[in-house]
């Protein structure tokens, strides 16, 4: 097993995670091929995903339903990866928290991230394929935690 490029992978996967946090929509589109396909969010109680055919799509869906005023944090871990040649496929375990000042609301979940790779023509790790199935989803009001205050970087919350 070539360690080098399950660590470029593993990265790649960590790229994407921090640009979807940190609200980096041009690095997050550099993480994906041309072609590349998502699947996200089948909730844990039944329920339909999003699906999206290109990287286009995919950063816009991501933008408009992620973009600036909701604040979110993904870790990711435990990979799983298989190599065949220049593609590969990869399972993570994944937890997240979703915070939605304009509504109040705390979003918490957890998933397993079935992904594939390709080495693309230029010689980068990119994700062809991402999507994952929940295990569980909660949501919260702020009126149910009394005293809950909330502090975040500007960039995360509109002024």
């Known amino acids: 097993m070539d360690l080098v490029v399950l660590e470029e992978i593993k990265r790649l996967k960590y790229r994407y995670l921090r640009g979807v946090d940190l609200k980096l929509w041009d690095e997050v589109a550099g993480t994906f091929t041309a072609d590349a396909t998502a699947n996200y969010g089948t909730h844990a109680v039944g329920g339909d995903g999003k699906q999206f055919e290109g990287r286009d799509a995919i950063v816009g869906f991501l933008t408009q339903s992620l973009g600036n005023g909701i604040i979110t944090v993904h870790h990711a871990g435990q990979p799983e990866i298989d190599v065949d040649g220049d593609t590969a ?38 994700m062809s394929h991402i999507g994952y199935v ?19 970087n500007r960039w995360a919350v509109p002024a």
Request: proline letters at 4%.
């Open 89 to 126: 496929t990869g399972r993570w375990s994944f937890t997240d928290k979703v915070i939605v000042p304009d509504h109040k609301v705390i979003i918490e979940g957890a998933a397993f991230y079935e992904d594939t790779y390709r080495r693309d023509h230029d010689g980068v790790w990119r």
């Open 134 to 152: 929940r295990t569980y989803e909660s949501m919260q009001s702020w009126d149910a935690l009394p005293g809950y205050r909330l502090l975040a």
